[in-house]
């Protein structure tokens, strides 16, 4: 059992940066997969960015490539993930999740077994 708590979200200028973290309990945190995902209001989730577990392989969204960084600390049990020149149109609630035993990093939610509460992003004009 993982359990997930983002932080780090908030109001910023558009083209500003925001810092999201994820602290994830459990000893076999290096065993999962993570990532986010994210929802904007009357839209579907949508996949954002994921991690292998050794955090040498990443996956991204076309539309924050380049933006965003996905990064992970197995020794501290985090996950972060820097957002950068952002954009009215990444306002969104963001979910940290993680996923068991997975074989390759997915855009998939249903492949992801554990997700957060989620971290409010509000991007300004």
């Known amino acids: 059992q993982v359990q997930l708590v983002e932080s780090g979200g908030g109001l910023v200028q558009a083209g500003g940066s925001l810092r999201l973290s994820c602290a994830a309990s459990?000893?076999?945190?290096?065993?999962?997969?993570t990532g986010w995902f994210r929802q904007a209001p009357g839209k579907e989730r949508e996949f954002v960015a994921a991690i292998s577990r050794s955090g040498r392989s990443t996956l991204y969204a076309d539309s924050v490539k380049g933006r965003f960084t996905i990064s992970r600390d197995n020794v501290k049990n985090t996950v972060t993930l820097q957002m950068n020149t952002l954009k009215p149109e990444d306002t969104a609630v963001y979910y940290c999740v993680a996923a068991k035993g997975a074989l390759g990093l997915s855009r998939q939610e249903s492949e992801y077994d554990y997700w957060g509460q989620g971290t409010q992003v509000t991007v300004s004009s």
């Open positions: 459990g000893r076999t945190f290096s065993t999962y997969n």
